[in-house]
Nanobody, 124 residues
Framework: RVQLVESGGGSVQAGGSLRLSCTAS????????MAWFRQAPGKEREGVAM???????SYADSAQGRFTISRDNAKNTLYLQLNSLKPEDTAMYYC??????????????????WGQGTQVTVSS
């Protein structure tokens, strides 16, 4: 079965950086589109970034220029580099895989498999 395990979250001050990891088992990260989402308390889950099987990234406006999605095929791991963090980036961050509809969009309903999340807290 597919398992996605996120790690790397933590508490940082505004302007700081973190690198999130999502290690997959039962799924090959290079085989399809994968994505990062986040959900703040009381808010809907929103897309942050996604990467295609051929390595093309795309970003939500809130992430453009500050976050970078990448993967290491040898480690079967997806990453999200978070730079210039802001308090409004505080959320639980989830990785997702297993596209269920095409053309894929950066929306939760397009993905079947989810990790348990890793918390990012940014203080001002």
């Amino acid at each position: 079965r597919v398992q996605l395990v996120e790690s790397g979250g933590g508490s940082v001050q505004a302007g700081g950086s973190l690198r999130l990891s999502c290690t997959a088992s039962g799924y090959t990260v290079s085989s399809g589109v994968m994505a990062w989402f986040r959900q703040a308390p009381g808010k809907e889950r929103e897309g942050v970034a996604m990467i295609t099987s051929d390595g093309r990234p795309s970003y939500a406006d809130s992430a453009q220029g500050r976050f970078t999605i990448s993967r290491d095929n040898a480690k079967n791991t997806l990453y999200l580099q978070l730079n210039s963090l802001k308090p409004e980036d505080t959320a639980m961050y989830y990785c997702a895989a297993g596209v269920r509809m095409w053309p894929v969009r950066l929306s939760p309903r397009y993905f079947d498999y989810w990790g348990q999340g890793t918390q990012v807290t940014v203080s001002s």
